[in-house]
């Protein structure tokens, strides 16, 4: 398919090469995404397949409507959810599903993570929920997913599963994984020794606006 580049195959490799390097993910577990917006086809992980083991010839790409067009493998199990948040989501073009240590905590109490930080408001959002617990691979997760992210936050818990990161590009989706992780990490740390003090609502607001329409070079 002529459509079908390269450079988007071989970002899908390294990029699971760098979630584990970083300790985001073990095994064949997790799962990344690449949209092209000049397109619209899905670049995916394939499915069971060790990160330092695939490459680019091993990664399906996929279209919105649910349909491999391109690749000799099958993709994610995840890939309900993947394609249905891009369709939901113009903004996002990068979907990434990881198994950490300190999110994945929230999962298992089904306790939301709330804005402990500057970073996490601005670039994930006022917090992030739970969604409603399906099984992996389903449709139903899709819906759930979608739901739960809604038409804004960047990120979502699973229940007693892991964590849904996203962005508009790649390098965005894994900075969100890292402030989400270290969000986590404060929390839990915080309610160990005290009472933590969220940013209120006006501040969170504030913020937000601040870091879409006035931070940066461009702006």
Request: hydrophobic share 40%.
């Amino acid at each position: 398919m002529s459509q079908v580049k390269q450079q988007l195959r071989e970002a899908i490799a390294e990029g699971g090469r760098r979630m584990v390097a970083q300790k985001l993910t073990v095994g064949t577990w997790g799962n990344l995404s690449i949209r092209d917006p000049a397109t619209g086809l899905i670049y995916i992980k394939p499915s069971g397949m060790p990160y330092d083991s695939i490459t680019a010839d091993d990664v399906v790409v996929m279209n919105g409507s649910f349909e491999v067009v391109a690749g000799h493998r099958k993709p994610s199990i995840e890939f309900n959810f993947h394609i249905a948040i891009m369709n939901a989501r113009s903004d996002v073009n990068a979907v990434i599903h990881t198994h950490p240590i300190y999110s994945s905590v929230f999962g298992v109490i089904q306790e939301d993570l709330p804005g402990v930080s500057e970073d996490f408001v601005q670039l994930v959002g006022d917090k992030i929920i739970n969604c409603e617990y399906a099984l992996p691979g389903t449709p139903e997760l899709a819906k759930n997913v979608v739901k739960g992210l809604g038409p804004e936050r960047n990120a979502l818990i699973v229940p007693n599963h892991g964590t849904i990161c996203v962005g508009a590009d790649f390098e965005t989706a894994m900075k969100v994984i890292h402030v989400v992780e270290k969000s986590a990490h404060i929390y839990i740390m915080a309610r160990s020794i005290g009472t933590p003090h969220l940013i209120s609502d006006e501040d969170i607001k504030a913020m937000q606006d601040f870091a879409r329409n006035k931070y940066g070079q461009d702006k």
